[in-house]
C-alpha cells in the first residue's frame, strides 16, 4: 500500500469512528471530536523506523498537512494484538492532538523544524515577482493547496508570493484570500517557532518582508501562459 487517502487522514467534525482491522493493517481510530488518532499502515516492519531519541518531548515539529506542532511525549498502545509506539503531537491551532506510530514517522513526513538557512531561502522566495500562470483558478488553487501540503517552506512561500495582493490588483476573490491566508499562517507558524516570536509578530514580519524596498516596477507580476508553463516543464 501507498498510505491512507488523503481524505481519510483528515476526518473532522465526526463525534467517533470505528477502527478498521485488516490482517494487522489499523487505519484510523478517532477517539471523539477533539481526539484524532493517526494508526498509517502499521506492520511488524523496521523500514524506515523512527527512534524515539529522534524527536523530543516539547521539540517543535512539522506534519506535513497540519504544519507546525508540538511532540508532547510517547506512548504505548496494543492494537489487534501489535503493541506499537505511538508520537503524540500536539497541534494548538486544531486543537487537536495527533498519534503517529514511530515506525511511520519518517514515511509520513514528519519533520523537525527548517534551518535558518533553509527558512531564509523560503524568505527569499517570498521577496521575489509573483508568477501567476493564466489558467482557471480551480487548476491553480490545487496545485496552491498540494504546495501548502507538502510541508516545504520555499514551496508554501512560492503562494503566498503569488497570491500576494498588491495596490494596483484587481479585487481577489474570496477563494484566493482564503489560499493566501492559508498559506500564510502555515509559513508564520514555522518562522515563529524558528525565531522564537509569537504568530502574530511572524505574520507582521513576512508581510512587511514582502512590501519592504519595493519600486513600481519590483510589483510587476509575471504572468504565465499555458505554453510557457509546458516549456518550462520540458
Known amino acids: 500500500?501507498?498510505?491512507?487517502?488523503?481524505?481519510?487522514?483528515?476526518?473532522?467534525?465526526?463525534?467517533?469512528?470505528?477502527?478498521?482491522?485488516?490482517?494487522?493493517?489499523?487505519?484510523?481510530?478517532?477517539?471523539?471530536?477533539?481526539?484524532?488518532?493517526?494508526?498509517?499502515?502499521?506492520?511488524?516492519?523496521?523500514v524506515g523506523m523512527a527512534k524515539s531519541s529522534d524527536f523530543k518531548t516539547e521539540d517543535f515539529v512539522v506534519y506535513p498537512t497540519h504544519g507546525v506542532g508540538k511532540v508532547l511525549g510517547s506512548e504505548k498502545q496494543e492494537i489487534a494484538g501489535?503493541?506499537?509506539?505511538?508520537?503524540?503531537?500536539d497541534f494548538e491551532h486544531d486543537r487537536m492532538p495527533l498519534r503517529i506510530p514511530l515506525s511511520k514517522a519518517q514515511e509520513s513526513g514528519l519533520r523537525p523544524l527548517s534551518s535558518k538557512k533553509q527558512m531564509d531561502l523560503a524568505l527569499v522566495k517570498l521577496k521575489g515577482r509573483a508568477r501567476v500562470r493564466r489558467t482557471m483558478w480551480s487548476r491553480r488553487a490545487q496545485e496552491y493547496e498540494a504546495k501548502i501540503n507538502s510541508g516545504d517552506p520555499v514551496s508554501i512561500?512560492?503562494?503566498?508570493?503569488?497570491?500576494?495582493?498588491?495596490?494596483?490588483?484587481?479585487?481577489?476573490?474570496y477563494s484566493e484570500r482564503q489560499m493566501y491566508q492559508a498559506a500564510l499562517d502555515r509559513l508564520a507558524r514555522e518562522f515563529a517557532a524558528i525565531e522564537k516570536i509569537d504568530?502574530?509578530?511572524?505574520?507582521?514580519?513576512?508581510?512587511?518582508?514582502?512590501?519592504?524596498?519595493?519600486?513600481?516596477?519590483?510589483?510587476?507580476?509575471?504572468?504565465?501562459?499555458?505554453?510557457?508553463?509546458?516549456?518550462?516543464?520540458?
Do not use: W
Open 1 to 46: 500500500g501507498k498510505g491512507l487517502p488523503h481524505k481519510l487522514q483528515d476526518i473532522y467534525g465526526f463525534k467517533s469512528l470505528q477502527a478498521v482491522f485488516c490482517f494487522r493493517f489499523v487505519k484510523i481510530c478517532l477517539v471523539d471530536r477533539n481526539v484524532k488518532v493517526l494508526m498509517a499502515e502499521c506492520f511488524k516492519r523496521n
Open 82 to 89: 501489535t503493541e506499537l509506539d505511538l508520537l503524540v503531537i
Open 157 to 173: 512561500a512560492e503562494v503566498v508570493r503569488d497570491l500576494r495582493r498588491n495596490s494596483s490588483q484587481a479585487e481577489q476573490s
Open 199 to 234: 504568530e502574530e509578530t511572524a505574520i507582521s514580519r513576512l508581510e512587511k518582508l514582502m512590501n519592504i524596498d519595493k519600486t513600481p516596477d519590483d510589483d510587476v507580476t509575471d504572468i504565465e501562459t499555458e505554453d510557457d508553463f509546458e516549456e518550462e516543464v520540458e
